[in-house]
């Protein structure tokens, strides 16, 4: 993951402060904005934990101060919450004519509500998430103190202990706010998490979210034991793990997420397909659904176990049956069977078991855990019958692998 401090002009064309987030040693797949919630700025928690997690998963993810906040220029109270919605806006039009074109909106608290709103202009962005997001920007009323006057025109307002100006235009604004709740723009998917602890905006206010959308493109996830600024990282990893897995089928393009797999597979045969160009890739063993990816650090998403992984899964799954049905058939008390498994490729010269091999070689050692009370005799005999796994034997008979082309190739 890299970040890129960013400057673009907003809705009053006061310049915006940003950064963008982008997954590292690869092309992002898609592209998405983050609103931070009201007063918070681009630097919260909740803004950096999840777009950064975000770009790990391969969704570039650009998070800014609205205008009056943080670095950005231009004054809060008198920028009002249409600005807000505004230089929403504003950044997807940058970001898409600089990087890529966003396909989705992330909003926390008020700037959930700043995206459905916005969305309702943007006709690609194709999905919406809010987390702890009020169902009408009128809600945000209920959280200011209003002090003072200071001079003829302006207040101020106290939020989470800060003082801030706010123009009594900026208060009409929010009270004029549509009391029906807000949705995301036709054919556009929307995701509400929402924490049923959450102090400040109440859980019923996702609700009337998730209510007001799309019967057909909406979902809802609680996000249970957060708090309202998911101050705690696993809670935004939690989030951002919810919104990349929910956002794959809405953002990558159809040849991203190709999953054509062919109805006919027959029994022991599996069938490997393409989610992405990179390495993610989708599996299919009758009507069972893997994925397989790289690690992050060699340009994979880390989306599913890597074929290694896989192959040492495979190893194990068979050697812990075998196993286990062995001992039922010779009724011995194992009460439990793990099995661990590493793969390296080594210098023979460093290998025990290698005899007379020379130069680099693969090893594969197992590690068995047999639980139970069992005899020293049991456990040796248990250990024998592990190489008699047919994975085993098959990875040790060096199979012939005929490769051919479809016959449609």
Same mark, same amino acid.
């Given at each position: ?69 943080? @670095? ?21 039009? *940058? ?71 706010? *123009? ?77 897995? *929910? ?32 390495? *993610? ?99 040796? @005999? ?28």
């Amino acid at each position: 993951m890299t970040s890129q401090k960013v400057e673009f002009a907003g809705s009053t064309q006061a310049k915006l402060a940003g950064v963008l987030e982008l997954p590292e040693h690869r092309r992002a797949q898609a592209y998405a904005v983050f609103a931070h919630c009201f007063t918070c700025g681009k630097n919260s928690l909740a803004a950096v934990r999840i777009s950064r997690a975000l770009a790990e998963r391969g969704i570039a993810t650009l998070r800014f101060d609205f205008t009056g906040l943080g @670095d950005s220029e231009g004054e809060l109270g008198n920028a009002g919450f249409a600005a807000n919605v505004a230089d929403l806006v504003a950044a997807v039009h *940058w970001l898409d004519a600089t990087h890529g074109q966003p396909t989705l909106l992330v909003g926390h608290s008020l700037g959930g509500t700043a995206a459905l709103l916005a969305a309702h202009q943007l006709t690609k962005v194709k999905a919406v998430c809010t987390i702890g997001a009020p169902s009408t920007a009128n809600h945000v009323l209920q959280h200011l103190m209003v002090n003072r006057p200071v001079g003829d025109t302006t207040l101020t307002a106290t939020i989470g202990g800060r003082t801030f100006p706010i *123009w009594p235009s900026f208060i009409e604004e929010l009270r004029r706010a549509d009391e029906g709740g807000v949705s995301a723009g036709p054919g556009q998917a929307q995701l509400v998490l929402h924490s049923s602890q959450d102090a400040v905006v109440a859980p019923e206010e996702g609700w009337r979210l998730f209510d007001a959308a799309d019967p057909r493109t909406r979902s809802f996830v609680n996000l249970e034991g957060a708090d309202h600024l998911l101050s705690q990282a696993a809670d935004a990893a939690y989030a951002a793990d919810l919104i990349a897995a *929910w956002g794959a089928r809405y953002l990558f393009d159809s040849a991203a997420r190709k999953d054509d797999a062919p109805v006919d597979l027959r029994d022991g045969e599996v069938w490997i397909g393409e989610h992405d160009h990179v390495f *993610w890739r989708a599996m299919r063993a009758g009507a069972h659904h893997l994925d397989a990816d790289e690690p992050l650090g060699v340009g994979g998403g880390a989306r599913g176990p890597t074929p290694y992984d896989l192959l040492l899964m495979a190893l194990g799954a068979c050697t812990s049956m075998t196993l286990r049905r062995y001992a039922l058939r010779k009724g011995y008390a194992l009460s439990d069977v793990q099995v661990r498994l590493e793969h390296e490729r080594i210098h023979a010269q460093d290998c025990a078991e290698c005899g007379d091999r020379e130069g680099k070689v693969e090893r594969i050692t197992r590690v068995l855990q047999l639980h139970g009370p069992l005899s020293q005799e049991q456990r040796a @005999d248990l250990v024998r019958i592990a190489d008699r796994c047919p994975v085993h034997r098959t990875l040790e008979n060096q199979p012939l692998i005929v490769t051919r082309l479809a016959h449609d190739d």
